[in-house]
């Protein structure tokens, strides 16, 4: 059974820092592009960042030079570095894994609050 299960969401305040991270079984990681996207309230699930099997990247305009993706194989985890956080990126975060756009899963989500 396919698990991703993300961890690291929280309340920071603008300008902060935080890291999530996504923990994945029942899949070969390694060969698996794994995205972040979020949802914010009454808005459309949106890609945030997404990392391909061989390491390429790939980041929205939006948090570009802010945030950082990362994966590392042999934890099968995946990473997000956020920095100089913005009230505007408060949303759900969710980790996906796909294969060749075949096969694709999504984990339970975290919420991300930027606010003072």
């Known amino acids: 059974q396919v698990q991703l299960v993300e961890s690291g969401g929280g309340l920071v305040q603008p300008g902060g820092s935080l890291r999530l991270s996504c923990a994945a079984s029942g899949i070969v990681f390694s060969v698996h592009r794994m995205g972040w996207y979020r949802q914010a309230p009454g808005k459309q699930r949106e890609l945030v960042a997404a990392?391909?099997?061989?390491?390429?990247?790939n980041y929205a305009d939006s948090v570009k030079g802010r945030f950082t993706v990362s994966r590392d194989d042999a934890l099968v985890t995946v990473y997000l570095q956020m920095n100089s956080l913005k009230p505007e990126d408060t949303a759900i975060y969710y980790c996906k894994a796909d294969y060749l756009n075949a096969f694709e899963y999504w984990g339970q989500g975290t919420q991300v609050t930027v606010s003072s």
């Open positions: 990392i391909s099997s061989g390491g390429t990247t």
